[in-house]
Structure formats: C-alpha cells, structure tokens
C-alpha cells in the first residue's frame, strides 16, 4: 500500500483494521505466519515508541491487522514499522509505512 507513496489517514481518527503484510527475513518472500507481532510509530519526526492498543490478530497468509487509535494518530506525519517473530521460530522483515494525516473539517 505504501510502496507507491504516502497513505493518507485523518489526523486524530481511530482506523479499525488496519492491515498489513509479513514476509519472512530468511527469503524475504514467504509469507510470515503464526507470528507475535509489535508495531511502533514515530509522530511528526519524534522517537519510536509503541502503538497504544497494541493487540494484533493474523488474518492469514502473512497479513496482520491492528487499531490505529486516535491518539496514535494526533499528529501531522506518522512512520509506522511492524515487525514480528515466528511462533515456530524465524522472524519478519520490518514492514514501514509513511502515513501522512488528512485534517478534518474544524480541526486546526
């Protein structure tokens, strides 16, 4: 979704279901599965830190969905990295995304 370019959200609104996808770090190309996964996001050029929901769930053949809470959001620009380790072993290759938030009629 973001290899193309920025991903567009509105600033300060919840995303239910955001998903995206994990390959493996040992060929970069199998789809990661059964893995634990944890996200991290960088807001308006800050520091790293943890997503604020932090729950995960596998939908299937290496893709994950997550909340974007609305405070995860409030900000102007977001970097987003998932990473994950294989239950069984092996671990993903970091998934990043450059999100860039829309304002909302009224906001400021």
Same mark, same amino acid.
């Given at each position: 979704?973001?290899?193309?370019?920025?991903?567009?959200?509105?600033?300060?609104?919840?995303?239910?279901?955001?998903? $995206?996808?994990? +390959?493996?770090?040992?060929?970069?190309? =199998?789809? #990661?599965? &059964? @893995?634990?996964?944890?996200?991290?996001? /960088?807001?308006?050029?800050?520091?790293?830190?943890?997503?604020?929901?932090?729950? $995960?769930?596998? +939908?299937?053949?290496?893709?994950?969905? =997550?909340? #974007?809470? &609305? @405070?995860?959001?409030?900000?102007?620009? /977001?970097?987003?990295?998932?990473?994950?380790?294989?239950?069984?072993?092996?671990?993903?290759?970091?998934?990043?995304?450059?999100?860039?938030?829309?304002?909302?009629?009224?906001?400021?």
């Amino acid at each position: 979704l973001s290899q193309v370019g920025p991903v567009k959200l509105t600033r300060g609104v919840m995303i239910e279901n955001f998903q $995206f996808y994990l +390959v493996s770090s040992a060929d970069h190309i =199998t789809p #990661l599965v &059964s @893995g634990v996964v944890s996200g991290q996001i /960088a807001r308006d050029n800050g520091s790293f830190t943890n997503l604020q929901s932090g729950i $995960f769930s596998e +939908v299937g053949l290496g893709m994950y969905r =997550t909340t #974007l809470t &609305s @405070g995860d959001l409030l900000c102007n620009t /977001a970097g987003l990295i998932f990473t994950a380790t294989g239950v069984s072993g092996g671990a993903s290759d970091p998934r990043p995304f450059t999100v860039v938030m829309q304002r909302s009629s009224g906001q400021v």
